[in-house]
């Protein structure tokens, strides 16, 4: 009787190990099916897969997402239209300096900041003083049609050479820089209409020389006053540090 009941409990042991080794290769052959759909996944599918997983977990569909792809790509397109525009405009600028003969006393250059106009300190002003003089203003009169062809925003700088000033308008260069800026800022407002909001000005007295200060004729060159039209990108910069200031 003992051997029965020794016989039954092996057979038993045996049944256990069985299932076991079942459930083994069962879950093996999921695994392997799993493996095969994935190889062959259907785009559609998965996706309705997906929605309904989420309705299962309680995920709420999102809405439409901007491509990052078509953001660059507009930015870029922005980017080279607002280039060909400064550089079709730089065109307009030479074609009207040459014909006016100001070759000497007028120059443009394109920039990371934008289209600089470039006038000698000879051009709009007399030594020392910050008065617009007549025969320029037709000068600026006409920039300010170039300007406004654009929608650009529009800095004028002002720049002395290195010889120092000291009278009762003028404490030093920095106040005369300054002057002859914020002159041809307010010249464009008052008598050409252009909106104030586009335009601002800065001194840099002595400190941006374009070439040495070691005779007359460089020192006349480096007393200048340079109308910058903003390329797009660079304005908003400048807005963003204003407002970071």
Do not use: C
Request: glycine share 6%; charged share 30%; aromatic share 8%.
């Amino acid at each position: 009787m003992p051997r029965d009941r020794k016989d039954k409990d092996d057979s038993g042991s045996d049944a256990d190990w069985m299932t076991t080794y079942g459930d083994m290769m069962t879950l093996l052959l999921a695994f392997f099916v799993l493996l095969y759909s994935f190889s062959s996944l259907d785009a559609n599918k998965f996706e309705m897969m997906i929605e309904g997983l989420q309705g299962k977990l309680g995920v709420l569909p999102g809405g439409k997402t901007i491509s990052s792809a078509k953001m660059i790509d507009a930015g870029m397109i922005n980017q080279r239209s607002g280039a060909k525009q400064l550089s079709d405009l730089n065109i307009k600028v030479e074609e009207y300096i040459e014909e006016e003969e100001l070759e000497d006393e007028v120059e443009t250059k394109i920039t990371d900041k934008g289209l600089t106009v470039r006038f000698t300190g000879k051009v709009l002003f007399d030594l020392g003083e910050a008065e617009i003089k007549d025969n320029a203003k037709e000068i600026l009169n006409n920039m300010t049609e170039f300007i406004k062809t654009v929608p650009n925003d529009v800095m004028v700088e002002g720049h002395t050479d290195d010889l120092p000033i000291n009278n009762s308008d003028f404490p030093s260069n920095w106040e005369l820089s300054t002057t002859r800026a914020t002159t041809v800022i307010r010249y464009f407002i008052e008598q050409n209409n252009i909106n104030p909001i586009r335009l601002s000005a800065s001194g840099y007295s002595k400190y941006k020389p374009i070439v040495a200060n070691e005779n007359w004729e460089n020192r006349m060159k480096n007393r200048r006053v340079d109308i910058v039209i903003l390329r797009m990108d660079q304005q908003e910069k400048d807005k963003e540090v204003k407002l970071d200031g």
